[in-house]
């Protein structure tokens, strides 16, 4: 599932070659993605700001076209042709991630509005609830905020304690210090599956078990990792896991929420509405069984059958194939822009995903994001909302350039190119 | 690369280098910090006043070149004004940065080497947060300024 072995790598510089067994061919794959083909500041795109955000497939742009001129509607009560077309599209979907994430049933599958949203349901209604002073929620030192602002609420609200993983110098995070922190107290560890700022893919399956001893329950942000590589809930054991659409592929505010049914049986409802229940009145409610306890009001349809679509797209190409295409363009773009005279790559983890953090000497990020604009090379410059990541490494931002598998080796040279631009103007 | 050289001039370039008045200021009078929470800029403003005429400005703090070049130069341009003064000419430097159609007028002196940053509506914000920070500590607002 990692990216660890050579083995990976190398296949992949096969295929890039010349389309071996798994057929990758790159060239190919750009032309399903219509907005690569336009140039900015009359040069052409070279976009490096998938962490951020995703391009979209024709696929999904039509999944979502063919949604409104053929069978919007809403979903789940109509007894009519349409709503029936529109409630098998998007149950579709959710059947798409319910297979996306290797999980046992569709009712464990909640569609939410994105990651954010997903932690926040587990926060208030798992935490809120089961939660109690004195009790201890561990997350990581390279969380983004929004899985740490949830859990401070939580801590707020209950009185629970919130304890951090340490961050050792190459962007791993310290298992020692992970050991000690785990003990009775222990309620609730929230971690990233892979860093955003780093780009470091944690150990989660081992954590989860180490978390697990303890009785504590794990929720993994999978937001960077989804679209990266092949996720089995199961098989990692993991208690809740969230990512969101826009990153792979898909829309925006849509995203998937996955939690074992035992436990989202026994959180109450999240939101109070329409669809999540099942009898009201003004003595009582009862509440709808899983998932749509947990969807309350008209959903993001469009949105979750643009996922369905995104989802088909990626496992056609093949998420290993992705994996280990991604994994060789890393290799190569560390290569690259390591040799950058004043260049300090920041997360330099054995097991990385497809992220590119970096300071250059004497130019602040955010000039470089200006300049690298104008080259037509987008990256994201700041704290990319991981504000402790950054006090820990003592920089105030980092550039990155972040990786999707439509990206080349020609993306990453243009970044290169255009760092020297950089150097030019600042000197 | 023409509209970057614009941008990015000799002159605010050696003030990203080689801040003026980059220190913090005993005995300042009021001060405030400024933060633009999209990127992480923090800037702190130091003033001491004689009655109404600002008699030392300093700053210290972390950002781009355009933030910190505009804020070393704000200080230089400040340094003697009065309030009313300085209020005046935060209020062109404003207009100059948003495009407001005009002449730049002659009082702003060196500071028109950021009329390029116009052509970069989202860095704007980087070159008018020192301003804001100086005009929050002469109201003596005790609270963090943002940009947001």
């Keep these: 599932m990692t990216t660890a072995g050579g083995t990976l790598a190398g296949r992949a510089r096969e295929v890039a070659r010349g389309g071996g067994a798994s057929g990758f061919d790159v060239q190919k794959i750009r032309e399903d993605f219509p907005i690569l083909r336009q140039r900015v500041h009359g040069k052409p795109l070279v976009y490096l700001d998938n962490a951020a955000t995703a391009q979209k497939p024709q696929a999904v742009i039509e999944a979502i076209e063919r949604y409104y001129r053929a069978e919007n509607s809403n979903i789940h009560r109509g007894v009519h042709y349409l709503s029936e077309q529109a409630t098998q599209a998007y149950e579709a979907a959710r059947a798409k991630a319910r297979g996306f994430l290797n999980a046992a049933h569709d009712r464990e599958i909640v569609f939410v509005r994105g990651t954010t949203e997903g932690i926040n349901l587990v926060a208030q209604s798992h935490g809120r609830t089961f939660l109690k002073a004195g009790d201890e929620i561990i997350v990581s030192g390279m969380e983004h905020h929004s899985n740490i602002v949830p859990w401070q609420m939580v801590c707020e609200a209950t009185g629970a304690v919130l304890r951090v993983i340490p961050i050792a110098d190459d962007g791993t995070l310290v298992l020692e210090a992970y050991e000690k922190l785990l003990g009775p107290r222990t309620r609730f560890v929230a971690l990233a599956h892979v860093s955003n700022a780093l780009g470091t893919i944690n150990p989660v399956k081992r954590m989860i078990a180490m978390a697990h001893r303890d009785g504590a329950h794990v929720l993994l942000d999978g937001a960077q990792a989804a679209p990266h590589m092949a996720v089995d809930v199961r098989d990692l054991d993991c208690d809740f896991y969230a990512f969101s659409g826009h990153k792979l592929l898909g829309p925006t505010g849509v995203g998937i929420l996955y939690g074992k049914a035992d436990l989202l049986e026994k959180m109450p409802p999240y939101q109070g509405g ?131 598998f439509y990206n080349t080796r020609e993306d990453l040279d243009a970044l290169v190119a255009a760092l020297q631009k950089v150097r030019e103007i600042f000197g | 690369m023409s509209d970057l050289r614009e941008l990015y001039q000799e002159v605010l370039l050696d003030h990203n280098r080689r801040p003026r008045n980059f220190q913090k200021l005993e005995g300042a009078d009021h001060t405030a910090e400024g933060f633009n929470p999209l990127c992480g800029d923090q800037v702190t403003v130091y003033l001491r006043m004689d009655g109404d005429v600002i008699r030392e400005i300093t700053f210290q703090g972390q950002g781009c070149a355009i933030s910190k070049s505009a804020a070393s130069m704000m200080t230089q341009s400040l340094k003697g004004k009065t309030l009313a003064e300085a209020e005046t000419l935060f209020g062109k430097f404003h207009d100059m940065l948003t495009g407001k159609p005009g002449e730049w007028p002659e009082e702003l002196g060196k500071l028109a080497v950021f009329a390029g940053v116009c052509e970069f509506p989202i860095r704007v914000k980087c070159a008018t947060l020192p301003w804001h920070t100086m005009h929050a500590a002469l109201l003596k607002k005790g609270e963090r300024v943002t940009t947001e």
């Excluded at chain 1, 797209?313 to 991604?326: F, N, P, V």
């Excluded at chain 1, 410059?381 to 980092?398: E, K, S």
């Design chain 1, 274 to 404: 329409g669809d999540m229940i099942s009898a009201v009145t003004f003595e009582k409610t009862l509440y709808n069984g899983l998932p749509f306890k947990f969807e309350a009001g008209t959903p993001h349809i469009e949105g979750g059958i643009g996922l369905g679509a995104a989802i088909d797209y990626l496992r056609g190409i093949g998420m290993d194939a992705i994996t280990a295409y991604e994994a060789d363009l890393l290799a190569y773009g560390t290569q690259v822009l390591a040799a950058v005279p004043g260049v300090r790559i920041i997360g330099t983890a054995r097991k990385k995903a497809g992220v590119l953090s970096f300071v250059m000497d004497g130019v602040h990020p955010h000039d470089i994001g200006t300049i690298l604009d104008h080259e037509g090379v987008a990256i994201r410059a700041g704290h990319h909302c991981a504000m402790p990541v950054m006090q820990r490494f003592g920089i105030p931002a980092t550039a990155r350039a972040s990786l999707a």
